[in-house]
């Protein structure tokens, strides 16, 4: 078929684009990944019984601060990867400062603990769980996340997935630590990231399959 | 990547894929860098395709007459473009029928057919993602 007829049968009677509709669609897909995930939190996991207590506590807030920091700008990632011709820009540095703060953190806790409680201050009572339970927390919001992917355009599959992964994962992250009792620096920088990290790889395994068009 | 209709049906492929995901361009972004990007996207996806199924193809000779004839007038564009739409179900194929061949407005086409203003505007959306599909498909 001629290139010329191709266009202007394209070119035809073209309605305008609702250029809200992106915005909503990523509400919408954070809103139900959210609803999602807090039910298996709170559902399924139960909500810390200590959560009044461990409000007070400066650690739950730096928790919180971590968890909803990489998780803006993995959504950042995603907004941006989810569109044709958009740089990352300041993403990847942020997630590297915000990890390398963590773990700096996390060795001045450890520098100063006496020897026989720097294994607790890594491993807590739940680390042999806590990567999967962030993973299956994470679960909801990844589908919604490669959701609202698969309506847009993302040009690099396999980083359009891990960057829909590692939202996910950390936003997952920050509802998990609702339930969580871990509160330790060591422990946060190393089985949170784990579990940040395990739907990213995910995601960039399943991108290509996931999100072509 | 020398075969001149080759280049001309990934210049299509990628005019349909700019009119179909025009919702993710922002207007703030440069225009070319969009396009680029879909088109650097668009020409990956075909040189892939390509490797796969390249060993199974015999060379010909691009010197010989029967080659050198004139590809694509009216009618041939038309009878591709009917036999790819054929396979479209009605509330699809029926939309871009009137609206996008025939140039009838959206109204119109909700009349003829019965079908609401709406479902006319989804019909033709979904169809040429559908077309999309199928030409991607037949390669």
Redesign the interface.
Same mark, same amino acid.
């Given at each position: 078929m001629k290139t010329e007829d191709w266009v202007s049968m394209l070119a035809t009677g073209v309605e305008a684009i609702d250029p809200t509709r992106t915005a909503r669609c990523h509400l919408l897909a954070i809103g139900g990944g959210l609803a999602g995930a807090l039910a298996l939190t709170g559902g399924f996991l139960r909500l810390n019984p200590a959560l009044s207590h461990v409000v007070l506590e400066p650690m739950f807030w730096i928790r919180e601060a971590y968890c909803a920091s990489l998780a803006l700008l993995g959504f950042t990632a995603v907004t941006r990867w989810a569109r044709p011709g958009i740089r990352l820009g300041f993403v990847p540095a942020g997630i590297g400062i915000v990890v390398m703060v963590m773990w700096i953190f996390a060795a001045t806790v450890l520098l100063r603990a006496p020897a026989q409680n720097r294994s607790h201050l890594v491993f807590g009572t739940t680390a042999a769980v806590c990567p999967f339970l962030i993973a299956l927390v994470a679960a909801p919001l990844f589908i919604a996340f490669v959701w609202v992917l698969r309506g847009l355009a993302p040009t690099r599959l396999r980083l359009a997935g891990a960057a829909a992964g590692f939202a996910a994962g950390s936003l997952g992250a920050l509802v998990y630590s609702l339930h969580c009792p871990e509160l330790a620096a060591p422990f946060l920088g190393t089985w949170y990231l784990l579990g940040m990290l395990i739907p990213t790889s995910l995601g960039a395994w399943l991108g290509p399959r996931l999100l072509r068009w | 990547m020398h075969l001149p209709e080759e280049v001309?049906d990934l /210049?299509?492929e990628l =005019? !349909?894929?700019i009119?179909n995901? +025009?919702?993710?361009?922002?207007?703030a972004?440069?225009l070319t860098?969009?396009?680029?990007? $879909?088109a +650097?996207?668009k020409l990956i996806d075909l040189l892939r395709r390509r490797s796969r199924t390249n060993g199974l193809h015999d060379p010909l000779d691009h010197d010989h007459d029967h080659l050198a004839a004139a590809d694509?007038d009216?009618a041939?564009?038309r009878y591709? !473009?009917a036999k790819l739409l054929q396979q479209l179900p009605h509330r699809q194929r029926l939309p871009i029928q009137y /609206? #996008? $061949?025939e140039? &009838? &407005? /959206?109204a119109d086409a909700a009349k003829r057919t019965g079908m609401s203003e709406s479902a006319v #505007?989804v019909g $033709?959306h979904r169809g =040429?993602k559908a077309l999309a599909g199928r030409i991607r498909s037949i390669e």
């Open positions: - | 001309e /210049v299509q =005019l !349909l894929a009119h995901q +025009r919702h993710t361009y922002d207007p972004q440069p860098a969009w396009v680029q990007a $879909i +650097r996207y694509g009216a041939e564009a591709d !473009l /609206v #996008k $061949i140039g &009838s &407005s /959206v #505007k $033709i =040429l």
